[in-house]
């Protein structure tokens, strides 16, 4: 009998694994897809030669993670590549505010109004960055605050909505950034705890960049696999778990997917009937015969590009999709452009470049033409340079990975309460109603993205069980 076995093969679900592995447990990964990765993947998706992330690109999370800092990934193949500049924010006329490494670097870019105002938000956070991301990631319960003074300070700085943050700032560039970062997870700008979000990309940021993997996201699960194999795991491809009886007989069983899945296949009811599902997202994935021609220059030597003209253009995009149920006319786009600074993935001369837009949950539509009119307004001319293009609307993505239903990236609604509660408000957020079934997917704390810490934390729920049993 295995001591654990792990459903689903995304950065979670593999760290759970490896984290159980390092202590001596006995464990399995089960994963539906032909690959690893979940939403850390690497496709042909355009042309071939083009290496496109289906999902997750830029990493301010993963290369800040408690979690994969103290794994040796880079032994394995992960190497992180970082652009000039982590991020730009470009603006109609030309312009462009930008978030740099340096905190100088990036007050100057927003004016001198609200250079200081700047400074005085995040300069009290860097030099304790490493520990505050600790403690808030490895919340609750998992791991006694290290610095409990500074994880309150942020709590009392981030936990009001970012629109009263934003009040710090006069000008629209520190403006439109700020809304941008927290646009990031799919939440109105004046939902709870929204400020925290933006602050926590800000510092990211400052502390270690908005990096790529060389050769796409995919080295990162693909490393996380190599290193658990090396440590006794074995991971298992296309295997579909549809009842706890597909699996072999365990001690404990981990799951990196949705409530919704683990309800279905544990035969837990209606127990997270009030999860939430937010937004969903409409991407494009294209090959380029050329770079981007952004008319602002930061923006050509970013790795990562937030498209929207203000700080209100950025709210009703956000507002159209996740309360108004419609797609909105001048989307809010995130973007990266990893062949900035990757040349393993695309042919010479060539691009691979990545954008999506917020819709409404399980929205049907075509919001191409829309993404490309937009893109135009700060890029004249991106469409003389596309080569090719794919396109996944929520079906689309549903279907790519079980995890986003509805096209909900974040595989659950960052607002409200189950910003910080999720799946369910409760001290104990991987258990379960069985206790040998533990849910460890973005759908648990500390939330989306790519960073294993729900991973994390879930192993440690679930090794403290084993030792009891």
Not at 146 to 159: C, E, I, K, Y
Not at 223 to 247: C, F, P, Q, W
Request: with cysteine; aromatic share 8%; charged share 20%.
């Amino acid at each position: 009998m295995l001591d654990a076995v792990v459903v689903g093969a995304g950065p979670n679900g593999l760290t759970a694994a490896v984290e159980l592995a390092r202590r001596g447990f006995s464990v399995a990964v089960f994963e539906a897809r032909s690959t690893v990765g979940g939403g850390a993947r690497t496709e042909e998706l355009t042309l071939p030669g083009f290496r496109h992330d289906p999902c997750s690109a830029a990493h301010p999370l993963a290369i800040n993670s408690p979690a994969f800092r103290a794994l040796p990934l880079e032994r394995y193949g992960l190497e992180w590549l970082h652009a000039e500049l982590p991020m730009a924010h470009p603006f109609p006329d030309g312009t462009a505010a930008v978030l740099a490494r340096t905190v100088g670097e990036t007050a100057a870019s927003f004016g001198p109004r609200d250079a200081r105002a700047y400074r005085r938000l995040v300069e009290p956070f860097l030099p304790k960055w490493d520990t505050l991301a600790r403690d808030f990631m490895s919340l609750p319960l998992t791991a006694l605050p290290r610095d409990p003074v500074t994880l309150a300070r942020f709590g009392l700085t981030g936990l009001p909505p970012s629109t009263l943050l934003m009040r710090r700032f006069r000008d629209e560039p520190a403006k439109a950034l700020f809304s941008g970062l927290v646009a990031h997870v799919m939440a109105p700008l004046g939902g709870f705890a929204t400020g925290a979000i933006g602050l926590v990309f800000a510092l990211a940021a400052h502390a270690r960049g908005w990096p790529v993997a060389r050769g796409g996201s995919q080295s990162l699960s693909d490393a996380l696999a190599a290193y658990l194999r090396d440590l006794g795991g074995s991971v298992h491809t296309d295997y579909e778990v549809k009842r706890l009886d597909d699996l072999p007989p365990a001690r404990a069983y981990v799951f990196d997917t949705s409530p919704t899945a683990l309800a279905r296949i544990a035969g837990f009811g209606n127990h997270y009937g009030g999860y939430r599902y937010g937004p969903g997202v409409f991407k494009v994935d294209y090959a380029l015969d050329g770079p981007v021609p952004w008319t602002a220059k930061e923006a050509r030597a970013a790795g990562t590009v937030q498209v929207g003209a203000s700080s209100a253009e950025i709210g009703a995009a956000l507002n159209a999709a996740s309360r108004e149920g419609r797609a909105p006319d001048k989307p809010f786009l995130i973007t990266v452009q990893p062949s900035v600074v990757d040349p393993t993935r695309a042919p010479a001369g060539k691009h691979v470049f990545w954008a999506y837009g917020h819709v409404p949950h399980g929205w049907t539509g075509d919001l191409t033409d829309t993404i490309e009119r937009q893109l135009e307004r700060f890029a004249p001319g991106f469409r003389d340079r596309v080569l090719a293009r794919a396109t996944a609307g929520p079906p689309e993505l549903a279907a790519r990975n079980a995890n986003y239903v509805g096209g909900d990236i974040g595989s659950g609604a960052a607002s409200g309460l189950q910003l910080l509660l999720r799946p369910k408000p409760t001290l104990f957020p991987y258990r379960t109603p069985h206790p040998a079934v533990f849910i460890c997917s973005s759908a648990t704390p500390p939330g989306p993205g790519v960073h294993g810490m729900s991973g994390h934390n879930a192993a440690k729920a679930v090794w403290k069980r084993l030792r009891q049993t």
